[in-house]
């Protein structure tokens, strides 16, 4: 019979992996779900745009895969460190400016980190 805490990796490592392979199932807040995502023009008799949220937190949360991936490619590439540094603050920034759509998010693990690590 298993641990807990081998029952802990475990479950750990399948988060990662799936995260990793941007394959990660994310579930919007109850609030949310089965909600419609509206833009409304300001001028009128233009016509409005919906989304389903469901349909709108999947394309966020590919965006946070992107970014994860840039952020891997960088860290790997062969830039001088300076360069590094500066375009990882960007991607630090693309997160935080991120943080407005974590109202959507029910799991707070699921949510951006801005640049001090804290969700907004």
Partial sequence: MP?????????LLRRV??????????APAE??????????PATPGLQEKSWPIETFLRKVV????????LEQQVN??????????????YV????????SFNVLFADADDQFKG???ESS
């Fill in 3 to 11: 641990h807990d805490t081998d029952v802990d990796l475990e479950l």
């Fill in 31 to 40: 609030k949310w779900r089965g909600g419609t995502f509206v833009l409304r």
């Fill in 62 to 69: 590919m965006l946070r895969h992107r970014l994860r991936t």
């Fill in 92 to 99: 630090s920034g693309c997160y935080g400016s991120l943080t």
């Fill in 76 to 89: 790997a590439s062969d830039l001088p460190d300076d360069v590094k540094v500066k375009l990882q603050a």
């Fill in 17 to 26: 992996i799936r995260e990793e392979s941007g394959l990660t199932p994310v």
């Fill in 115 to 117: 640049s001090g690590g």
